[in-house]
């Protein structure tokens, strides 16, 4: 019993060193909301709405404001849509509502806002994904204009709801590199990160 | 003919699509799941009021924040409304595009 007890302790004094550090982590990397579960429409409104109202509050600049809004719905609409996710939860049916496990971060610091999301991949799916990325990567802003262009034209809505925009949208609002990682899971999966910043500085 | 209307919401602009005042109007948000299927309506009372077009309409996009995939659904609506203007000798489609 004794010996129970103290474990209890112990565990328990453990998880609150842990939420400490987590604690501390969030506010040295300067991030204010972190998630971690099922992203679906509720949860993209409910985020977005509530950095909206952040931005107004610190009474940030209208197109930045704008910005971060854009790349915050084009990445949580990302994982809903488009996250390989086999789980019971998941589901990929419009009618019922997109649900898909991921994870979502958005921080800043003086020089900019920074999200990012992250969600499971099929392995098999990796070098298409990559591929697209490094030729976004690759364009200059005026390519990037083009692209927009041609793909509005030439593709149609998918069965998933989108159009195919989202990652040539957020180059274009941000001005930056996508950058991204895969991390392994297993033989079949893999984590997909991607990290997107925007500069206060620019508001143009 | 019908008119189409639907209140805004947090995810979904307002729409205003009558034909006997002569208003069409779109304005708001639009970052729907399904944007066909929300989208799916405004086609539908285009189609058919090209059957019967006022002599002029003036259609008007107040929008203050859309999404890639609508993005892409309101191309299509433009791209039907000036298919509209060119096949209606009689009638005259004219759009107004508001950025906020």
């Known amino acids: ?204 | 003919m019908e008119a189409l209307i639907y209140k805004k919401t947090e995810d979904t602009p307002a729409i205003h699509l009558d034909k006997a005042a002569g208003i069409f109007e779109f304005s708001g948000k639009s970052l729907p799941e399904d944007v066909t299927s929300f989208y799916g309506p405004v086609f539908d009372w285009i189609t058919a009021y090209g059957e019967d077009a006022n002599e002029s309409s003036k259609f008007v996009f107040k929008m203050t924040y859309f999404n890639t995939a609508s993005s892409k659904i309101i191309l299509d609506i433009l791209m039907r409304l000036e298919t509209l203007h060119e096949d209606g000798k009689k009638h005259n489609c004219r759009v107004a595009l508001r950025r906020r």
Do not use: W
Not at chain 1, 65 to 71: A, D, E, I, L, R
């Open chain 1, 1 to 204: 019993m004794e010996e129970l007890k103290d474990k209890g302790m112990n565990s328990n004094s453990q998880y609150m060193r842990f939420v400490v550090d987590f604690h501390n982590m969030m506010v040295d990397k300067k991030i204010t909301l972190a998630y971690e579960g099922e992203v679906t429409q509720e949860i993209t409104k409910a985020f977005t709405s509530m950095t909206e109202r952040n931005l107004e509050k610190v009474e940030e600049n209208g197109k930045i404001k704008k910005k971060v809004y854009h790349v915050m719905v084009e990445c949580l609409q990302n994982i809903s849509k488009h996250a390989d996710d086999e789980s019971e939860t998941a589901s990929n049916n419009l009618d019922e509502g997109l649900a898909k496990t991921g994870l979502f971060l958005i921080g800043s610091d003086h020089n900019e806002y920074f999200i990012t999301s992250g969600n499971g991949i099929a392995n098999e799916n990796i070098p298409a994904l990559k591929e697209m990325i490094d030729n976004i990567n690759s364009l200059n802003q005026d390519e990037l204009k083009q692209l927009h262009k041609e793909k509005m034209r030439e593709t149609a809505i998918s069965d998933k709801g989108g159009a195919g925009l989202g990652f040539i949208d957020i180059a274009r609002k941000t001005g930056n590199p996508l950058e991204y990682h895969f991390e392994p899971i297993d033989d079949k999966n893999s984590f997909f990160l991607l990290k997107t910043s925007i500069k206060r500085n620019s508001a143009e």
